[in-house]
């Protein structure tokens, strides 16, 4: 079955850099664009970008871009996002979600169980 | 970018209601809207694409309608399992926008 299991809770201070990921199982991991969405406490979900696995190419939401950087290790079948220059207000739960069908279209049909960032000096 | 607005915030009802739940989009977005269901420490759960489309394995008592720039979701017959936050989701239009959530809570 499609499993996305994502590593686990982070605290870093304001400033540093923290790498989620996002190990893919049960399916063709180059197969699928694999998106991040992230929820701020009580908040709701903000979309962040997408890498396609097979050609490493990656698109973000402008907020994000400069501080955001998607990669992959297609030999392990697992996505990394990125944030760096961390500042309080990124404090959130970061999901990884998997394109429903085969093309990018932004529907998710599967997603990580999450990862709580916390980021507090 | 497009913006994507919920209706209510948040509705209290009882098991065996009928919950409706809007979304409007700033522009046309055609049918290009997906609904999630979210319940508490947990992911989203696709529910509805496209608008109108059942997401496999999804109970038949939720529907979803509308194009353009006015959808609603419907739970026919609210069951227990049904309480959760439900948002809308602009979808193949970057950059992807979620509505703000409308809570269906135990009345």
């Known amino acids: 079955q499609v499993q996305l299991v994502q590593s686990g809770a982070e605290v870093k201070k304001p400033g540093a850099s923290v790498k989620v990921s996002c190990k893919a199982s049960?399916?063709?991991?180059?197969?699928?664009?694999i998106h991040w969405v992230r929820q701020a406490p009580g908040q709701g979900l903000e979309w962040m970008g997408w890498?396609?696995?097979?050609?490493?190419?990656?698109n973000y939401a402008q907020k994000f871009q400069g501080r955001v950087t998607m990669t992959r290790d297609t030999s392990i079948s697992t996505a990394y996002m990125e944030v760096s220059r961390l500042r309080s207000d990124d404090t959130a739960v970061y999901f990884c979600a998997r394109e429903r069908v085969a093309t990018i279209t932004g529907l998710f049909d599967y997603w990580g169980q999450g990862t709580l960032v916390t980021v507090s000096s | 970018d497009i913006q994507m607005t919920q209706s209510p915030s948040s509705v209290s009802a009882s098991v065996g209601d009928r919950v409706t739940i809007t979304c409007r989009a700033s522009q046309g977005i055609s049918s290009w809207l997906a609904w999630y269901q979210q319940k508490p420490g947990k992911a989203p759960k696709l529910l509805i694409y496209?608008?109108?489309s059942l997401q496999s394995g999804v109970p038949s008592r939720f529907s979803g309608s509308g194009s353009g720039t006015d959808f609603t979701l419907t739970i026919s017959s609210l069951q227990p399992e049904d309480f959760a936050t439900y948002y809308c989701?602009?979808?193949?239009?970057?950059?992807?926008?979620f509505g703000g959530g409308t809570k269906v809570e135990i009345k």
């Open positions: 049960g399916y063709t991991f180059t197969g699928y664009y």
């Open positions: 989701q602009l979808a193949n239009s970057f950059p992807l926008t």
């Open positions: 890498i396609n696995p097979n050609s490493g190419d990656t």
């Open positions: 496209a608008a109108s």
